[in-house]
T-cell receptor, first 110, second 115 residues
C-alpha cells in the first residue's frame, strides 16, 4: 500500500540555520503530497501541499517540491526561528485517505 | 468560526472497560475522518464517513472498534473491552466534502490511556 518515509529526528538547530527534512513516498498512483505541523500543545495543521509532479508548495517560509522521478517531497526552510519548533509530518493522500510518516521533531534554539 | 472539537481531551480507563470518544466537526462539513496516533508515530487512518454512512472502515483494527455518525454531524468512536495497546491519541478531522483537493481540518485529539 501507499506509504511515506521521513527523516528521523530529533533535529536541533540554532536560530537562522537552514532546515531540511527528507521525505520519500511509495504509491501506486499519483497522490497529493502534504506537510503537516504540530506545534506544542496544538493540533495538526496543514503547512503546505502539492497536488502534481513539479508543483512547489510554500508557506511561512517553508517550501517543498513534488519530485516524481525521485518520489520525494523534502521540506526546506532557509532561516528557522524559535517559533518553528514543532513536530513535522509528511503525508500523502490518495483520494480521501491520508497516510503519514512517523514525524520529525525539530527544536530551534535561540 | 469554531474548528473541530473533541471530547474528552483525556480519558483514563481500565483494561476491559468500554469508552466513547466524541467528535464535533466544523459546521457544514459532510466528510469526517478518524485517525489514531500512537506514541512516536504518525496518525493512522481508521474510518471515513460521508454523511451518515461509513464509506470506508478498513482502518479499524478489529471488531472492538466501532464508530457512528447518526445525523451526519457529530461522530462517536466506541471501543469495547479496551486493551493496553489501545492507548493512543485519537484524532478526528473533517472536510467540506470528500475528494482529494479538500483540506482535512484536525481536532486537538483525545488522549486515551488504558491502565
Amino acid at each position: 500500500g501507499d506509504s511515506v518515509t521521513q527523516m528521523e529526528g530529533p533535529v536541533t538547530l540554532s536560530e537562522e540555520a537552514c532546515l531540511t527534512i527528507n521525505c520519500t513516498y511509495t504509491a501506486t498512483g499519483y497522490p497529493s503530497l502534504f506537510w503537516y505541523v504540530q506545534y506544542p500543545g496544538e493540533g495538526l495543521q496543514l503547512l503546505l501541499k502539492a497536488t502534481k509532479a513539479d508543483d512547489k508548495g510554500s508557506n511561512k517560509g517553508f517550501e517543498a517540491t513534488y519530485r516524481k522521478e525521485t518520489t520525494s517531497f523534502h521540506l526546506e526552510k532557509g532561516s528557522v526561528q524559535v517559533s518553528d519548533s514543532a513536530v513535522y509530518f509528511c503525508a500523502l493522500r490518495d483520494d480521501y485517505k491520508l497516510s503519514f510518516g512517523a514525524g520529525t521533531t525539530v527544536t530551534v534554539r535561540a | 468560526g469554531a474548528g473541530v472539537s473533541q471530547t474528552p481531551s483525556n480519558k483514563v480507563t481500565e483494561k476491559g472497560k468500554y469508552v466513547e470518544l466524541r467528535c464535533d466537526p466544523i459546521s457544514g462539513h459532510t466528510a469526517l475522518y478518524w485517525y489514531r496516533q500512537s506514541l512516536g508515530q504518525g496518525p493512522e487512518f481508521l474510518i471515513y464517513f460521508q454523511g451518515t454512512g461509513a464509506a470506508d472502515d478498513s482502518g479499524l483494527p478489529n471488531d472492538r472498534f466501532f464508530a457512528v455518525r447518526p445525523e451526519g454531524s457529530v461522530s462517536t468512536l466506541k471501543i469495547q473491552r479496551t486493551e493496553r495497546g489501545d492507548s493512543a491519541v485519537y484524532l478526528c478531522a473533517s472536510s467540506l466534502k470528500a475528494g482529494e483537493l479538500e483540506e482535512q481540518f484536525f481536532g486537538p485529539g483525545t488522549r486515551l490511556t488504558v491502565l
